[in-house]
């Protein structure tokens, strides 16, 4: 939070003294970030203890802003595919000798499953039909960009619903998938996915 003072004598003075604060911001209209102490006069910034160093905003081209977009969209579309049961649909959204492993426990470091090409991923996304219904919900994700390729992190909670006669139960799986992508023809694909799975939780369902 950025706040102003008044006066400051030196910079002990923010460490010590009780001070009625403000918010505020820079000229610019930028702001601090969370979880900080910053005192600001009309010449000069003085951080308190434990502050962490503020950053400055990166400017993005409109191309960049573009590319974040689409990855976020190819994010998206494998969900849409996976929940509508377009096998084929979410096949296409990986390149040709793209690379596929699952783990089923995100702490071990062998994959309980690895698909070597696009053609093989459909026995692993025809699978869902197995369930009910599915909903994949996408969380926060994190984009790191260079030129035609990138990587990125994205979080999801995966349902999965089974009905056998009046017994329902539904599976939630917590998941983060580690990605590689690669832009081909201006079209972003993925070149390779980790699904990592953090914990399930099974629980049966009252109608």
């Known amino acids: 939070m950025l706040v102003r003072m008044s006066r400051i004598d030196n910079k002990n003075d923010l460490y010590d003294k009780a001070l009625k604060l403000q918010p505020g911001y820079y000229k610019d209209r930028s702001y601090a970030t969370s979880k900080i102490y910053v005192a600001r006069t009309d010449t000069q910034i003085y951080e308190g203890k434990g502050v962490e160093k503020m950053t400055t905003v ?19 579309a494998y969900a849409f595919c996976a929940d509508t049961r377009d096998a084929e649909g979410q096949m296409a959204l990986f390149t040709e000798d793209t690379l596929f492993r699952v783990f089923m426990d995100e702490r071990q470091a062998e994959p309980d499953q690895v698909i070597n ?91």
């Open 58 to 76: 990166k400017k993005l081209s409109l191309e960049e802003i573009a590319d974040r977009d689409a990855i976020r969209d190819l994010v998206d």
């Open 117 to 207: 090409s696009r053609q093989d991923l459909f026995p692993v996304f025809d699978n869902l039909n197995t369930y009910t219904s599915t909903m994949h919900f996408n969380g926060q994700s994190k984009i790191n960009l260079s030129g035609d390729t990138a990587t990125g992190t994205t979080y999801c909670f995966a349902h999965h619903l089974t009905v056998d006669g009046d017994n329902k139960n539904l599976m939630v799986a917590t998941i983060r998938y580690f990605d590689e992508f690669v832009k081909i023809n201006n079209a972003w694909f993925f070149k390779k996915r980790d699904l990592k799975v953090a914990w399930v939780e099974t629980k049966p369902q009252h109608s």
